[in-house]
């Protein structure tokens, strides 16, 4: 099994920055790619980043220029830089990993950030 642990959220005034990060335990191995996800109440969980397995990003569109997903392997841990927040940021915040190329469905508490107007 993979423990997930995310945490770095909180509440934020809309256009400032919160740094969330995810840290994975367990059974690491074999972890070759990791997503962040987040749910807004109401709806449906949706992807928001991702660092795939050759390391490059892949972002929703509607976070581009705004978040950054960074990493460090040798501690497995994952970073998301969220800049210039809005209310529709606000959520829980989850993070997921994929081993050998498939995605687990391990999932951690998530953190919560809540963007204020």
């Known amino acids: 099994q993979v423990q997930l642990v995310e945490s770095g959220g909180g509440l934020v005034q809309a256009g400032g920055s919160l740094t969330l990060s995810c840290a994975a335990s367990?059974?690491?191995?074999?972890?070759?790619?990791i997503a962040w996800y987040r749910q807004a109440p109401g709806k449906q969980r949706e992807f928001v980043a991702a660092l795939r397995s050759d390391g490059s990003p892949v972002y929703v569109d509607s976070v581009k220029g705004r978040f950054t997903i960074s990493g460090d392997n040798a501690k497995n841990t994952v970073f998301l830089q969220m800049t210039k927040l809005t209310f529709e940021d606000t959520a829980v915040y989850y993070c997921r990993v994929a081993r050998s190329g498939a995605w687990t469905d391990y999932w951690g508490q998530g953190t919560q950030v809540t963007v204020s107007s």
């Open positions: 367990g059974s690491t191995f074999a972890i070759n790619a």
